[in-house]
């Protein structure tokens, strides 16, 4: 079965400045998906970006982008300008590829705290 | 309406209460989606119901009954319920139906449920 790790529980980063948040999984599966999704508070759950695991390009959104590992099995979310509107839990989730297989496997998520 | 809704925001029930939750989807999807979301705890996936059929039960108790009348509505039918399943409950559409490639899930903004 797959496991998504995020050892960052809380993190704060001042308005403006860049932070990463780091999440690992655990798969035996070759090609998959990973995703970052932002729960703002009281507020949905949206996705912020998405990765296949066949593309060595790591995505880009904006202001948010990822840094891809797939040897090592990390996939870290950067957050560029830190802005209010950031503020939210970020949970990184795992897909398979498999034809079929809608099953999402999230991470215990990161709180992130935008310091004005 | 747009998206992915659910009724109510809010739910106060007692052990022996039977309530249900409902959640709607207005994005044409064939897949829909329970999760419970606990403090501190990875979203839990619950149901799992594609093209109106439950193709995943995780392992979830009795008490929790979920229905699929068609690909739009999705309710969570509760009985007997115990405090620890006092939760957010999520609910999510995807396109599903064995698309092929990356199937982005749209979540609804959660009934946040209190058993007492």
């Known amino acids: 079965a797959q496991t998504v790790t995020q050892s960052q529980p809380e993190m704060s980063v001042q308005e403006a400045e860049t932070v990463t948040l780091s999440c690992t999984y655990d798969t035996s599966e070759s090609d998959y998906y990973l995703f970052w999704y932002k729960q703002p508070p009281s507020r949905q759950m949206i996705l912020v970006i998405r990765q296949e695991a066949y593309k060595q390009q790591n995505a880009t959104e904006n202001r948010f982008s990822v840094n891809f590992q797939k040897a090592a099995k990390s996939f870290s979310l950067k957050i560029s300008d830190s802005q209010l509107g950031d503020a939210a839990m970020y949970f990184c989730?795992?897909?398979?590829?498999?034809?079929?297989?809608?099953?999402?496997?999230f991470g215990t998520g990161t709180r992130l705290t935008i310091i004005p | 309406e747009t998206g992915v809704t659910q009724t109510p925001r809010h739910l106060v029930m007692g052990m022996t209460n039977k309530k249900s939750l409902k959640c709607e989807q207005h994005?044409?999807?064939?897949?829909m989606y329970w999760y419970k979301q606990s403090a501190k705890k990875p979203l839990e996936l619950m149901f799992v119901y594609s093209l109106e059929e439950r193709v995943e039960n995780n392992s979830v108790p009795s008490r929790f009954s979920p229905e699929c009348p068609n690909s739009s509505h999705l309710f969570l039918h509760l009985h007997t319920l115990q405090p620890e399943d006092s939760a957010l409950y999520l609910c999510?559409?995807?396109?599903?139906?064995?698309?092929?490639?990356?199937?982005?899930?749209?979540f609804g903004p959660g009934t946040r449920l209190t058993v007492l």
């Open positions: 989730a795992y897909r398979s590829a498999d034809f079929g297989n809608e099953k999402l496997t």
């Open positions: 994005l044409g999807h064939n897949a």
């Open positions: 999510a559409s995807s396109q599903g139906g064995g698309t092929w490639g990356v199937d982005e899930q749209f």
